[in-house]
């Protein structure tokens, strides 16, 4: 199973890259990235938690992944903030 999940979160974040090449709008960029990075991102390292077990680095994956969780959010808000008042068109 988590060996499939690190398979998927791959798969996810590589949509977000194609994303991210496709769309010329920053916000839809955004969008993109923020979906990609978060989705991916976690079902990756959750991935990575089941396969390799608690033995040494389960307790490392789950900080991370909860400041993943917390921390992507507030940076994209922080740049289509940015965008907005620089008043930067799609």
């Known amino acids: 199973m988590g060996t499939v999940l690190l398979f998927l979160g791959l798969l996810l974040l590589w949509i977000g890259s194609l994303g991210m090449l496709r769309f010329r709008s920053p916000y839809c960029r955004l969008q993109v990235a923020g979906v990609g990075d978060i989705g991916g991102a976690a079902v990756f390292l959750v991935g990575l938690l089941l396969h390799s077990g608690w033995e040494a680095t389960g307790g ?8 993943l969780i917390f921390t992507n959010p507030l940076g994209t808000h922080a740049i289509a903030k940015s965008a907005f008042v620089r008043r930067v068109k799609d």
């Open 60 to 67: 490392i994956m789950i900080v991370l992944l909860l400041f």
